[in-house]
T-cell receptor, first 111, second 115 residues
Framework: DAKTTQPTSMDCAEGRAANLPCNHS???????VYWYRQIHSQGPQYIIH???NNETNEMASLIITEDRKSSTLILPHATLRDTAVYYC????????????FGKGTLLTVNP | EAGVVQSPRYKIIEKKQPVAFWCNPI?????LYWYLQNLGQGPELLIR????????DSQLPKDRFSAERLKGVDSTLKIQPAELGDSAVYLC?????????????FGPGTRLTVL
């Protein structure tokens, strides 16, 4: 599976958009980009995933560059409850995939 | 809908003692995972079950760790004997199946402290 690079930490003002970048320059054609987050003292929570196209759900938007070497998770209106560690994970399709978590990005939403 | 249930939430033991963690996955989820999370690190997969079969236990330290998923529902992870380095959070997750599009749902974890 392709390795990902994320900033260690980021800050965002409450109510503003949070844009979390992820670099996955060695991604291959059948690999998906997944985002999970982990709020303090809780287990990780699935946010969104994509292959080639941009994706949006009730939690966030995922923007994948045309060459698929990087992506950005967008939380459109960050709240204090969005303070968490955000993990960008690249995994192969199929039935034998593994979630390999790195250290992620600690997003702190400030009032 | 009830989420993944884990117990206990916290456990403090002395080294060389045995310890067990219990997980009840979301109803209908065939796939169950155990992860280990050290402080400041992301979770690491220990073992993965499809129903009652362990389909990937390559990362499980089998000299002291064991796991079982009898009847393909609840699962227990055991450490015997525990070492100081085993202090960590042990997370259980479940999903509908092994395919990549099946998101994993995580429990709150069991925080183990070995003294």
């Amino acid at each position: 599976d392709a390795k990902t690079t994320q900033p260690t930490s980021m800050d965002c003002a409450e109510g503003r958009a949070a844009n979390l970048p992820c670099n996955h320059s060695t991604i291959s054609g059948n690999e998906y980009v997944y985002w999970y987050r982990q709020i303090h003292s809780q287990g990780p929570q699935y946010i969104i995933h994509g292959l080639k196209n941009n994706e949006t759900n009730e939690m966030a938007s995922l923007i994948i560059t045309e060459d698929r070497k990087s992506s950005t998770l967008i939380l459109p209106h960050a709240t204090l409850r969005d303070t968490a560690v955000y993990y960008c994970i690249v995994i192969s399709g199929g039935s034998n995939y593994k979630l390999t978590f790195g250290k992620g990005t600690l997003l702190t939403v400030n009032p | 809908e009830a989420g993944v249930v884990q117990s206990p939430r916290y456990k403090i033991i002395e080294k060389k003692q045995p310890v067990a963690f219990w997980c009840n996955p979301i109803s209908g989820h065939n796939t169950l995972y155990w992860y280990l999370q050290n402080l400041g690190q992301g979770p690491e997969l220990l073992i993965r079950y499809e129903n009652e079969e362990a389909v990937d236990d390559s990362q499980l330290p089998k000299d002291r760790f064991s796991a079982e998923r009898l009847k393909g529902v609840d699962s227990t992870l055991k450490i015997q004997p525990a070492e100081l380095g085993d202090s960590a959070v042990y997370l259980c997750a479940s999903s509908l199946g092994l395919a990549v599009y099946n998101e994993q749902f995580f429990g709150p974890g069991t925080r183990l402290t070995v003294l």
